[in-house]
Nanobody, 128 residues
Framework: QVQLVESGGGLVQAGGSLRLSCAAS????????MGWFRQAPGKEREFVAS????????KYADSVKGRFTISRDDAKNTVSLQMNSLKPEDTAVYYC?????????????????????WGQGTLVTVAS
């Protein structure tokens, strides 16, 4: 079983950068696609980015393309999200999660219901 712990959130001015990290426990970490999701107050949890178990492909929500970069380091069991050019609308609690099923494929859904092992989240606040 994989357990996830996020870190790196904080308060930043618009246009600034933050790097989120997700530390995973469990020997099977490398078998799963990993994703970042976020949830703003009063809104549903939404997909932000994902990286395949093979570290070959990545996906991004249109709202973050060109600004955010997801990466993984299987040797360290970590997944990171580099966030640049932050906007006030990026303010949310950010969660790390793994795909429910191992060996994901490029056309697999990015719906949050297809992911599990959610961490506790880390708050990102972008001031205008």
């Amino acid at each position: 079983q994989v357990q996830l712990v996020e870190s790196g959130g904080g308060l930043v001015q618009a246009g600034g950068s933050l790097r989120l990290s997700c530390a995973a426990s469990g020997r099977t970490f490398g078998n799963y696609d990993m994703g970042w999701f976020r949830q703003a107050p009063g809104k549903e949890r939404e997909f932000v980015a994902s990286v395949s178990w093979s570290n070959i492909w990545t996906k991004y929500a249109d709202s973050v393309k060109g600004r955010f970069t997801i990466s993984r380091d299987d040797a360290k069991n970590t997944v990171s999200l580099q966030m640049n050019s932050l906007k006030p609308e990026d303010t949310a609690v950010y969660y790390c999660a793994k795909r429910r099923k191992p060996w994901g494929r490029p056309n697999d859904s990015s719906d949050y219901n297809d992911f599990d092992s959610w961490g506790q989240g880390t708050l990102v606040t972008v001031a205008s």
